[in-house]
């Protein structure tokens, strides 16, 4: 085994300790972009939507990436590529003003999709997950490679409202949602046949992989062993001297900064829409 390890991953032999057989992830092909999503329609709440008939100076607040749905479908002409359909679920939380410049809040939803191509490889074997579902469909899915998107909460780059007479493009065909969507919020959606509309435009950031299960083997230098040592309760009892001693001492943060330095935005701290 030592031999095996000099030749093909050019270790030292003398640091190897044995090797390990272990089942990952290949990661077969991947992609980044950099999306931004122009008037993109926002479906109110029933109430939200009453608001905002007649308001007046409504702007966004903030946009907040509450799912995906992500479906993998082999391409026709090119069977080592696949299709992958990525359909996001923004949460929008907009201020108005209504009557007497009372402020009022705003909440709806927008949904993006786009498609985007990757290499997948090809692969004979089916794989079963006791976390998979038994569909009719599940035999033919067993051989896809499995798609993951990383996604940032969106920026909000505009919005504005426009009358429904004048709004066509996205808005002109009725969006299917899914039950466990509209149960993320509190009231009914309204989805058309309203006399205004609010728009948004919204940057977003995302990585897709398609990725397949790979057996490899890797040398083991030595086993990880925790050093934390486990508690029986979340409010296990600790000095808080010995706590302190161990925290590193923030010369940073005692450092003057230029004129020229750009605080930090408070989103960034707080999260999106207060959380």
């Not at 090119?78 to 003003?97: E, G, K, V």
């Not at 409202?161 to 949602?177: F, I, T």
């Amino acid at each position: 085994m030592a031999e095996q390890c000099q030749d093909t991953l050019r270790c030292n032999p003398s640091d190897l300790r044995q090797a390990m057989s272990v089942h990952t992830r290949k990661i077969t092909d991947s992609c980044r972009d950099k999306d931004c999503i122009e008037d993109l329609p926002v479906y109110l709440t029933a109430g939200s939507q009453r608001i905002l008939e007649g308001s007046a100076g409504t702007r966004v607040r903030c946009a907040e990436l509450i799912s995906t749905y992500i479906d993998v479908q082999p391409v026709a002409f090119d069977r080592n590529h696949y299709c992958i359909d990525i359909t996001f679920y923004y949460r929008i939380l907009a201020d108005t003003i209504i009557g007497a410049n009372r402020p009022a809040t705003l909440c709806g939803l927008s949904v993006f999709t786009k498609r985007v191509v990757l290499c997948g490889e090809e692969s004979c074997a089916h794989i079963y997950r006791s976390d998979d579902r038994c569909t009719p469909d599940a035999r033919n899915r067993s051989s896809r490679p499995t798609a993951v998107v990383e996604a940032l909460d969106p920026m909000v780059l505009s919005c504005r409202v426009r009358e429904a007479c004048d709004c066509g493009g996205r808005d002109s065909c009725p969006v299917q949602l899914p039950d466990w969507i509209r149960a993320a919020f509190d009231e009914d959606l309204s989805m058309q046949g309203d006399r205004r509309r609010l728009f948004v435009t919204l940057g977003q950031f995302s990585i897709v992989r398609l990725e397949r299960d790979a057996q490899l083997i890797v040398p083991v230098m030595d086993y990880s062993i925790p050093t934390k040592e486990c508690c029986d309760s979340p409010g296990c009892a600790e000095d808080p001297c010995e706590l302190f001693s161990r925290i590193p001492f923030p010369a940073a943060q005692f450092t003057p900064k230029g004129c020229d330095c750009k605080p930090q935005p408070r989103c960034a701290q707080e999260g999106c829409c207060g959380k």
